[in-house]
Structures are given as structure tokens and as C-alpha cells.
């Protein structure tokens, strides 16, 4: 079945450091790759999303491009704030419907002054 | 333009008892999805309602069920509540078959004691 692997939490950074969240998935056929943002006591938004390979989904700063070769979707940014601290969820869904979701286990980002 | 709604927004119950939960969708959306997030963990997909009918379902006993209405709102119904049912309650809309992005609500929080 599909599954989605995040790298474990918490990350905490500097107020401008670079942010680097690694994602790798596993799924029959091709699936949409998808970033949610949680913020504390809050539902999930959509961060940024990509439906194809190597497309890039972007939003807010923060990026992620669709690696077919290395089942992948890193999130990255470059200079991360403090307003950026939330829980980050990678996610799979089958491309072209509004499919169930496979989310990850999520990350934390601490970001300090 | 309102995007997903849920009440309550928080919720005590006692083992034993039945709970239901309210979602009104993104306007325009007709497809409602239903997921329960567990604390620290990733949300998991309940079920996902199109047309008045369940039309997908993840791995949930029969405990769990759901009703959509005509004007696409869908209900949540948990019975014979047990502890490990304590969790946030997430819905999510979409288009139905015009899009692939899901749109999350802000959540219930369940607590069972």
C-alpha cells in the first residue's frame, strides 16, 4: 500500500537558517505529493503541492520539487522564521480525484531568535 | 468565501457514549473527507462522502459512520465510544472530480474519559 516517510522531529534552526525536511514516499503508479502546515491548535493548510514529475510546488518561500527517481519531495527554505514554527506534513494522494489521503507522521520546526 | 467549517469545537464524552461531529464544506465543493488525527501523529483518512454516498473508507470499524446531506454538509457519528477515540477530528473538502486538493477544517478535539 501507499506510505509516506518523514524524517523524525523536532528540528529547531536559527531565525534565517536553511530548512531542509526530507520526505520519501512509496505508491503504485503516480501519485500528488502535497505539504501541510499545522500550526498549534489549528486544522492543517495546504503548503505548496506537485502532481507530476519533477514539477516544483512553491508557496511562501518554501519549495518542494516531485523526484520520481528517488520517490521523493523534500520541503525546503531558505531563510526560515519564527512565525515558520509548526508541524510539517508530507502527503500522497492518487492524481486526478480527490482521493484519500496518506500523510506522514509529521515534523516539528522550532524556529529561535 | 467561508472555507471549512466544523462544530463543536471541542467535545467531552464518556466511554460507552455516541458522539456526532459536523462539517460544512469549502462553497463549491461537493466531496467531503473525513480524518482523525491522533496527538503527535499524522492524520488518518476515516472516510470520504460524494453524492450522499461513502464512497471510499480507510481502516475504521463500523463504530465509525457518516451521513452526507443534500447541500454537501456530512455528519460524523461515533458510537460505543472507547478511550483511543480520543483524538482531533479533521474534515476536508474538495471539488469531487475537478481537483485533486483537499481543504482542511479546523477540527474537533475529542476527548474520552
Known amino acids: 500500500g501507499n506510505s509516506v516517510t518523514q524524517m523524525e522531529g523536532p528540528v529547531t534552526l536559527s531565525e534565517e537558517a536553511f530548512l531542509t525536511i526530507n520526505c520519501t514516499y512509496t505508491?503504485?503508479?503516480?501519485?500528488?505529493l502535497f505539504w501541510y502546515v499545522q500550526y498549534p491548535g489549528e486544522g492543517l493548510q495546504l503548503l505548496l503541492k506537485a502532481t507530476k514529475a519533477d514539477d516544483k510546488g512553491s508557496n511562501k518561500g518554501f519549495e518542494a520539487t516531485y523526484r520520481k527517481e528517488t520517490t521523493s519531495f523534500h520541503l525546503e527554505k531558505g531563510s526560515v522564521q519564527v512565525s515558520d514554527s509548526a508541524v510539517y506534513f508530507c502527503a500522497l494522494s492518487k492524481t486526478g480525484t480527490a482521493s484519500k489521503l496518506t500523510f506522514g507522521t509529521g515534523t516539528r520546526l522550532q524556529v529561535t531568535l | 468565501d467561508a472555507g471549512v467549517t466544523q462544530s463543536p469545537t471541542h467535545l467531552i464524552k464518556t466511554r460507552g457514549q455516541q458522539v456526532t461531529l459536523r462539517c460544512s464544506p469549502k462553497?463549491?465543493?461537493?466531496?467531503v473527507s473525513w480524518y482523525q488525527q491522533a496527538l503527535g501523529q499524522g492524520p488518518q483518512f476515516i472516510f470520504q462522502?460524494?453524492?450522499?454516498?461513502?464512497?471510499q473508507r480507510g481502516n475504521f470499524p463500523d463504530r465509525f459512520s457518516g451521513h452526507q446531506f443534500p447541500n454537501y454538509s456530512s455528519e460524523l457519528n461515533v458510537n460505543a465510544l472507547l478511550l483511543g477515540d480520543s483524538a482531533l477530528y479533521l474534515c476536508?473538502?474538495?471539488?469531487?472530480?475537478?481537483?485533486?486538493?483537499?481543504?482542511f477544517g479546523p477540527g474537533t478535539r475529542l476527548t474520552v474519559l
Open positions: 476536508a473538502s474538495s471539488p469531487g472530480t475537478k481537483g485533486d486538493t483537499q481543504y
Open positions: 462522502y460524494y453524492e450522499e454516498e461513502e464512497r
Open positions: 462553497s463549491g465543493h461537493d466531496t
Open positions: 505508491a503504485t503508479g503516480y501519485p500528488s
